[in-house]
Nanobody
Framework: QVQMVESGGGLVQAGGSLRLSCATS????????LGWFRQAPGKEREFVAT????????AYTDSVKDRFTISRDNAKNTVYLQMDSLKSEDTAVYYC???????????????????WGQGTQVTVSS
């Protein structure tokens, strides 16, 4: 049974911070690339951040660079997304995901990910 469970979402004022967590279990191994995606109302799901199996490489979509930080703790089977300087356009449901592929160190496409969490709502008020 594969499980990915997000937590940490909520309502925050613009300029504030939130830290999302995603606990993984089952077949999600420490060797897998993990990522965060988001989907705003009426929009397609978009890539936010990804991290290699050992945390040595990360990638971000341009709109969150220098504001968001992805990290992972393989001992705790958890991936995090620290979100600072939040803007109203960051409002979305945030999903964590795991890629069961090994040809690259990180992946930015939703199609590269096999396992997904149920999502956590982040709302930024202006």
């Amino acid at each position: 049974q594969v499980q990915m469970v997000e937590s940490g979402g909520g309502l925050v004022q613009a300029g504030g911070s939130l830290r999302l967590s995603c606990a993984t279990s089952g077949r999600i191994m420490a060797s897998h690339v993990l990522g965060w995606f988001r989907q705003a109302p009426g929009k397609e799901r978009e890539f936010v951040a990804t991290i290699s199996w050992n945390g040595g490489e990360t990638a971000y979509t341009d709109s969150v660079k220098d504001r968001f930080t992805i990290s992972r703790d393989n001992a705790k089977n958890t991936v995090y997304l620290q979100m600072d300087s939040l803007k109203s356009e960051d409002t979305a449901v945030y999903y964590c995901a795991a890629a069961i592929k090994y040809d690259r160190r990180v992946y930015t496409g939703a199609d590269d990910y096999v396992y997904w969490g149920q999502g956590t709502q982040v709302t930024v008020s202006s």
